[in-house]
């Protein structure tokens, strides 16, 4: 019967090709700025590119590889850097998507003031890192600036941007500024729910725990699954705050802004290294299609399980 | 039916034709507003024009867009928008399109709009040409300078009159392989000292001229209860520049550092190394707890303020400083020596750096340009306004600064410092800059001069094994 309908639609015979020429822009597009570029990045991968053209390009095999994840302590910085890539990523995800929920629990409720509540926690998102950055390196400032006068009452000190905890203080800039964006994706999922099922729970006597463990949570699962793999994989390519926030700083880049500075000469080499660069970004690719198919792996069983 | 759905599609695929031809047209709209004169004009193989005025800066009859680029620079960039402004007034047919970029971005930008043919002027690089690759030096890539010029992006400028208005030593360090690719407009000093003499005289104190004098001033100026250091720390540099001065008081001879440390005659831990170190942990313990939140630019001010006795910055921060201070201040190389003998030579590199786009369509204009800048008198006002050490023989500072720095100059006591000699090694750790790690034990990465200094020879000798 579907097949029928299909059929029916853009007629039978040499009319079955209407669909097919629907879909190529859109497939030119997809095939020109998504796959293209990405076919040429793992092929720069293998070569000495500059970026810079009339410069002859030659292939070098898998050397940029090797020197990227083997070659002397600049490996080591490379996997220290990868290392905290992975350290960004679980502690974002999870503490995000944490208070992305709670947050949208509570605009949830019948409560005055909802929704200046649910616009305060959103407006954040909205502003870019340019903005969210320069509010924070503020808002940061080491000798006078607000949080450091909070410290101040509490007896403590911190450089923070300009210290050794940087790397902590860019998860807190990244969760504030996403989380309100976590909290949306949640409360569109609340307000799918039936009311009557929270009703029936309610008559059966179920807790304000309950109805969330047995009824909101079940319920939330596209949401949810939305949530963890948007959470995942943006904190895998987050960097832009750091380029913001505390520049190439030691000890604290991740693998997104170390593709960056070797691409564009922000290492202190003065040298613009894009082959190199490439081999870093399928480096990152790949640690994100894994992550990525593990976590949609995980979500899918999810889904199967709940609805 | 079906003709309406084919008359459908064919609009369809018309309409996106048309959004694909606007989207190709991007370099006849930038030939329109950009290139300006036109392509026709008259340029012969080397960029330069028929019209060959402007040697003079008179530059009447020219008819074009010139794009420059520079870097943010305050003083740098008033005068740059009010030279522009003469420059059109002097050509009524020119329009000059500036843009402004952050000085890290300038290798950035210039790499995109090089390649796009979408800049006529451009600062090529605020460190001169730097980082070169010397014999001593293997399996290292060539600095971002280099790669242009081999890919014909920039203009050979040897034959342009203009080009003999600066000194020989910046017509050098703007040539690479016979050919001369930029103009230094001014050499800057990272290594000194920004010194208040007035709260030195409160204190009873005198300038010091050595190390251990150094610190017993900060001792006397603390114990005073004044701050004895602050530099800009928010950033991660320029922190730690100061201490250039201290690397440059203990191995004058940088360029023969670099060598011995690629060759391993020198380390950052042998005896010389640690003592280097030793200092370096004193002056992270003489800087103000307050230079962590203070930026680059606002270092300088904040100095002004009176209340610090040391400024350790580079000479750009002469201007902020002149504009905001009360006080009689100086500018002295840092005494990070034990004889003050050892401290007399200022340590910096070349800054602002012009260079032409082989490719521009308006190379008379561009050339017109340059030589109405190189003009002795317009340089010279250039040089004060920006506190830049002249390249040109005939200027000089006729400011604080320039009689500051004048007695020590004036005895050729200036030298190319180890940020613009040193390569770092293809593998080399990220602690191998040695240079910098004042700023690693100010932060606390390093809790021990000795254990920084094995830490970065450790790194230096892992890219140099590779």
Not at chain 1, 103 to 119: E, S
Not at chain 1, 274 to 282: E, H, L
Not at chain 2, 350 to 372: C, K, N, Q, R, W
């Amino acid at each position: 019967m579907a097949a029928t309908q299909q059929r029916n639609l853009f007629g039978g015979g040499r009319q079955l090709i209407y669909p097919w020429l629907l879909l190529l822009p859109g497939l030119g597009f997809y095939l020109l700025i998504g796959v293209g570029p990405s076919l040429a990045t793992a092929i720069y991968s293998f070569t000495d590119a500059t970026g810079i053209r009339n410069i002859p390009i030659s292939w070098v095999g898998f050397d940029n590889y090797d020197e990227f994840l083997f070659q002397g302590a600049r490996s080591r910085d490379n996997l220290d850097a990868l290392q905290r890539t992975l350290i960004f990523m679980v502690l974002v995800t999870v503490i995000q998507f944490g208070i992305g929920l709670v947050m949208a629990l509570l605009v949830n409720q019948k409560l005055r003031g909802r929704l200046v509540f649910r616009t305060l926690f959103f407006v954040p998102f909205i502003l870019g890192v340019a903005v969210q950055g320069l509010m924070w390196k503020l808002f940061l400032r080491p000798g006078g600036g607000p949080m450091d006068d909070l410290f101040g009452l509490l007896g403590m000190e911190s450089q923070f941007l300009a210290g050794t905890n940087a790397f902590y203080w860019v998860i807190v800039v990244q969760i504030w500024a996403n989380a309100g964006f976590t909290m949306v994706i949640f409360l569109a999922g609340m307000q799918t729910i039936p009311t009557d099922l929270f009703e029936a729970a309610a008559v059966d006597g179920a807790s304000g725990w309950q109805l969330f463990k047995n009824v909101t949570w079940p319920q939330l699962t596209p949401a949810v699954n939305t949530n963890f793999l948007l959470n995942i994989i943006g904190s895998l390519q987050a960097w832009m705050l750091f380029l913001v926030l505390t520049g190439y700083k030691k000890g604290v880049q991740v693998l997104g802004y170390v593709v960056y500075a070797e691409a564009f000469g922000q290492t202190g080499t003065a040298t613009f290294r894009q082959g190199y660069a490439a081999a870093a970004s399928i480096v990152l690719f790949i640690l994100v299609l894994v992550l990525g198919m593990a976590a949609n792996a995980f979500v899918t069983r999810r889904e199967r399980k709940y609805l | 039916m079906n003709k309406l759905r084919l008359r459908s599609l064919l609009a369809f695929l018309f309409a996106f034709a048309l959004i694909a031809a606007a989207c190709g047209s991007d370099s006849d709209t930038a030939s329109d507003d950009g290139g300006s004169s036109d392509d026709s004009s008259s340029s012969d193989d080397d960029g330069s024009s028929d019209d060959s005025s402007g040697d003079d800066g008179a530059a009447s009859g020219l008819e074009g867009t010139l794009r420059v680029l520079i870097h943010q620079n305050p003083p740098g960039v008033e005068f740059f928008e009010s030279f522009n402004d003469d420059f059109e007034a002097a050509n009524p047919g020119v329009n000059v399109e500036m843009a402004v970029v952050k000085a890290d971005d300038i290798p950035t930008v210039n790499q995109t709009r090089l390649n796009a043919n979408d800049i006529d002027v451009t600062t090529i690089s605020v460190t001169g040409f730097d980082k070169a690759v010397q014999p001593y030096m293997s399996d290292v890539d060539t600095p971002f300078w280099q790669q242009l010029i081999e890919a014909g992006l920039l203009m050979d400028l040897s034959d342009q009159p203009y080009v003999q208005n600066y000194d020989e030593a910046a017509i050098a360090d703007g040539s690479f392989d016979g050919g001369v690719y930029s103009l230094g407009l001014g050499r800057t000093i990272y290594s000194g000292v920004f010194v208040n003499l007035d709260l030195l005289a409160d204190v009873g104190i005198d300038v010091p001229t050595t190390w251990d004098e150094l610190v017993s001033a900060c001792d006397a100026v603390t114990d005073a209860g004044f701050k004895c250091m602050i530099a800009g720390g928010q950033d991660g540099w320029p922190v730690f520049v100061g201490t250039y001065g201290l690397l440059g008081a203990l191995y004058p001879d940088q360029a023969g550092m670099v060598e011995g440390l690629w060759t391993g005659d020198l380390k950052w831990n042998d005896e010389r190394g640690l003592e280097l170190f030793d200092r370096y942990a004193t002056y992270a313990d003489m800087l103000d707890a307050e230079s962590a939140g203070l930026t680059g630019d606002s270092a300088g001010p904040r100095f002004a303020a009176g209340d610090v006795a040391f400024g350790p910055m580079g000479a750009w921060m002469a201007g902020p400083i002149d504009d905001a201070a009360s006080f009689e201040w100086t500018y002295i190389p840092f005494p990070g020596a034990d004889d003050a003998a050892d401290n007399q030579t200022f340590f910096g590199k070349y800054d602002m750096s012009l260079a032409v786009a082989a490719e521009t369509p308006v190379a008379d204009i561009a050339h017109a340009y340059l030589a109405a800048f190189s003009d002795p008198a317009t340089y010279n006002d250039f040089a004060n306004a920006t506190n830049y050490l002249p390249t040109q023989p005939t200027a000089e500072l006729s400011n604080t600064l320039g009689a500051a720095t004048a007695p020590i100059l004036q005895q050729g006591n200036f030298a190319i410092g180890q940020e613009q000699l040193y390569v770092n090694p293809k593998g080399a750790g990220q602690w191998a800059i040695g240079r910098e790690a004042a700023l690693w034990l100010y932060n606390g990465d390093f809790g021990d001069p000795v254990e920084a200094a094995n830490q970065v020879q450790a790194d230096l000798e892992s890219g140099l094994a590779g």
